[in-house]
């Protein structure tokens, strides 16, 4: 399975941006759907955004449509979150997961996580 690390969480105002990158290693990264899931304390994860091995083809749950663009580098390892007109409903722990062919983008599709990274938007 591929090791995964999340990095550029942070605090920032209701209408700010942050980029959150993730770095795989310990597998061949092109082979992997990659995806972006946030967890709320005592809620259910949500997978906010996805992205397919090429980076042909990505996923955006609804409620970051428009505010939020997920992209990878297959020569650095690495998959991005550029956040936009940050909301404090987006406030959470972004998580970094990979999977081979996953059927839905869902989280339990996905079996390698990283550790997460705090995103706090103050209003």
């Known amino acids: 399975q591929v090791q995964l690390v999340e990095s550029g969480g942070g605090l920032v105002q209701a209408g700010g941006s942050l980029r959150l990158s993730c770095a795989a290693s310990?597998?061949?990264?092109?082979?992997?759907?990659m995806a972006w899931v946030r967890q709320v304390q005592g809620k259910e994860r949500d997978l906010v955004a996805g992205?397919?091995?090429?980076?042909?083809?990505?996923y955006y749950a609804d409620s970051v449509k428009g505010r939020f663009a997920i992209s990878r580098d297959n020569a650095k390892n690495t998959v991005y979150l550029q956040m936009n007109s940050l909301k404090p409903e987006d406030t959470a722990v972004y998580f970094c997961?990979?999977?081979?062919?996953?059927?839905?983008?869902?989280?339990?599709?996905?079996?390698?996580w990283g550790q997460g990274t705090q995103v706090t938007v103050s209003s």
């Open positions: 997961a990979s999977a081979i062919n996953p059927r839905f983008w869902i989280p339990r599709e996905f079996d390698s």
């Open positions: 310990g597998g061949t990264f092109n082979m992997y759907a």
């Open positions: 992205i397919w091995t090429s980076g042909a083809n990505t």
